[in-house]
């Protein structure tokens, strides 16, 4: 069973850095991801970790947000810097699944979802 626990939200002022974790168990070796959604909007994919290992980011994040993983111990990372007030959202945190809740990205399924840490950026 695929269990995934986001940790690292908060409010942060515009231009400072946070860094999101999250350690996962029971998935496959394929697709990781971190997805965000605002409220009133779409959920959206950030970055993610593709099946052979290379990052994808959305325009938004790139160049500002870098994912990693630690193999040791699986945890996924998100560190954001530069924060701008439109990164306000809910993060979630994915790993590839096909199912009714699949949500098709960077091209990977991620079917599994952790509740989310909540990132506020203020001014």
């Known amino acids: 069973q695929v269990q995934l626990m986001e940790s690292g939200g908060g409010s942060v002022q515009a231009g400072g850095s946070l860094r999101l974790s999250c350690p996962a168990s029971?998935?496959?070796?394929?697709?990781l991801a971190w997805f965000r959604q605002a409220p009133g909007r779409q959920r959206e994919g950030v970055a993610a970790?593709?099946?052979?290992?290379?990052?994808r980011y959305s325009d938004s994040a790139r160049g500002r947000f870098t994912i990693s993983k630690d193999n040791a111990d699986n945890t996924l990372y998100l560190q954001m810097n530069t924060l701008k007030l439109e990164d306000t959202a809910m993060y979630y945190c994915?790993?590839?699944?096909?199912?009714?809740?699949?949500?098709?990205?960077?091209?990977?399924?991620?079917?599994?979802w952790g509740q989310g840490t909540q990132v506020t950026v203020f001014s």
């Open positions: 994915a790993a590839h699944g096909y199912n009714s809740n699949s949500r098709k990205w960077a091209g990977c399924d991620f079917g599994y």
């Open positions: 970790i593709v099946t052979d290992g290379s990052t």
């Open positions: 029971g998935y496959d070796t394929y697709c």
